[in-house]
């Protein structure tokens, strides 16, 4: 069975830059017809869907902070990872990395990882 | 751009059934598949219902899906109530390139 985990800084200054890394365990992340996305969840609110990256190296963004993210893969490593530049204290959540079936639903989520953006 | 809307909380007793809707925007809701998550508090969300009506193993049958298209609305239909149903629900769809979710709508267990 599928398995991921985040991983990364838990504290980030303002202005700079979040990084977080999902490692997948149990399966290759380069086999079958996923994506592999970000999504946030502030403290008491909803879940905020940040991006998403296929195998081939695709990738969709959340309109509303696509100035900002990148989501890449590293088949290699069996991991893909977020940056999201220039953060404020609006970017403090919940990361979760999770596994989509394209069209259907996201079947697997990792644990979360809380970033907390403070001087 | 197609967005879900929910209402923020709904309540019912045990034993007896709830439902919670999952109204589209700008947009058709039986344009993609919809899909329900359940959020307890501290843990990360978990498919209830997917594909509008699909249960996944291990999902009781008191869990039910449906859409409306007359009213451009998804249902997630929870029967027979028990304590341990108290949680949050996302329902969740797509909008061309991107991954929608509803707001989110907490469920009490009186």
Not at chain 2, 13 to 30: L, N
Not at chain 2, 55 to 68: E, T
Not at chain 2, 83 to 100: G, H, R, T
Request: hydrophobic letters at 30%; aromatic letters at 10%.
């Amino acid at each position: 069975q599928v398995q991921l985990q985040e991983s990364g800084p838990g504290l980030v200054k303002p202005s700079q830059t979040l990084s977080l890394t999902c490692t997948v365990s149990g399966a290759s992340i380069s086999s079958g017809n996923f994506y592999w996305s970000w999504i946030r969840q502030p403290a008491g609110k909803g879940l905020e869907w940040i991006g998403r990256i296929y195998t081939s190296g695709g990738t969709n963004y959340s309109p509303s902070l696509k100035s900002r993210v990148t989501i890449s893969i590293d088949m290699s490593k069996n991991h893909f990872s977020l940056k999201l530049t220039s953060v404020t204290a609006a970017d403090t959540a919940v990361y979760y990395c999770a596994r989509g079936n394209p069209w259907r639903n996201i079947d697997s989520w990792g644990q979360g990882t809380l970033v907390t953006v403070s001087s | 751009n197609f967005m879900l809307t929910q209402p923020h909380s709904v309540s019912e007793s045990p034993g007896k059934t709830v439902t919670i809707s999952c109204t589209g925007i700008s947009g058709s809701i039986a344009s993609n598949f919809v899909q329900w998550y359940q959020q307890r508090p501290g843990s990360a969300p978990a498919t209830v219902i997917y594909e509008d009506y699909q249960r996944p193993s291990g999902v009781p049958d008191r869990f039910s899906g449906s859409i409306d298209t007359s009213s451009n609305s998804a249902s997630l239909t929870i029967s027979g109530l028990r304590a341990e149903d108290e949680a949050d629900y996302y329902c969740q769809s797509y909008d061309s390139s991107s991954v929608v979710f509803g707001g989110g709508t907490k469920l009490t267990v009186l």
